[in-house]
């Protein structure tokens, strides 16, 4: 236990709590601070309940096992001493993460690397003035993270390629699946490729082409049975005889002649939100929202455990 790798997790919300969890049941010591007493003392309670469905899941042998390689820590520089790797999930706001990272930077031993969980804000508006800023990216998960398991490693313009190369490999070694991009990119990858559907969904339901349930049903019941295994280009490889380059051949056109009438994107309406919240609410009251996301994590406990059982998974 004591020869385990120390990695410190900073912010202990629903991100940071995911990370956590990944960390611990990869064998790490995990060392959290958050600097709100109300978010850490729901981070053990919490470690503790995805731990217990995890192990019924047959995703974990012994959960208190992995709840016990986490601690909770007061201050910063407790958590960051003696941690190899550093994942900063704060607020998402410029603000915060400046200041993190700032204080994160000025705590570092050795040759720490950090990561942060950004979902958008790239590593060179909030790492600039680091002292270590060669060893800052971005480690874009997805929330929940120990349920799913890519994670997008972005540089920064000064972010060092051995740092890029650190990092992948222990998000390798922890069971996540890195995808490493070349530079930064508002959204990044994982973003940008959900905003083309969230923009498209958005306005298809603007226009009155479908309602909500009947949107959502053909991802959850169509296209998100493939993609919940494969991505899109094998996907189109596999629809057509001749391949990929087949597929492209006779549906291209078509993709681009879609793709054609939205040359002039417009911002979600405001009033389409209200409708589409109103219409959601209906569906699930606003007191629901927690157990629906619990429902959630459940059933991508199971789709976790049915793909690692049949080789699909990290």
Known sequence: MNDAPVTAVIGAGLVGSGWALVFARAGHRVRVHDPDAGTM??????LEKSARELEAAGLLADAATVVGRVQPCETLQEALTGAGYVQESVFETVEAKTA??????????GDAIV???????PASQFTEDCRHRDRFLVAHPVNPPH????????????????TMERARALMADIGQVPINLTREIDGFVLN????ALLNEAWALYDEGYADLADIDATISHGLGLRWSFMGPFETIDLNAPGGITDYAARLGALYHGIAMDRT??????????ARAGE???????????????????????????FKHSNG???
């Open 279 to 305: 219409a959601r609410r209906a569906a699930l009251p606003e007191t629901e929202l927690a157990e629906r996301r619990a429902w959630r994590d459940a059933m991508l406990t199971r789709l976790a455990a």
């Open 115 to 121: 990561g942060s969980s950004s979902s958008g804000i």
């Open 264 to 273: 002039q994107p417009r911002p979600w309406p405001a009033e389409t939100v």
């Open 147 to 162: 349920l799913i398991p890519v994670v997008e490693l972005v540089p920064a313009p000064w972010t060092d390629p051995q």
């Open 312 to 314: 699909l998974g990290p």
């Open 100 to 109: 993190a990272s700032l204080a994160i930077d000025e705590a570092l031993e």
């Open 41 to 46: 003392a729901r981070l053990l309670p919490w």
């Open 192 to 195: 940008r490729l959900q905003g």
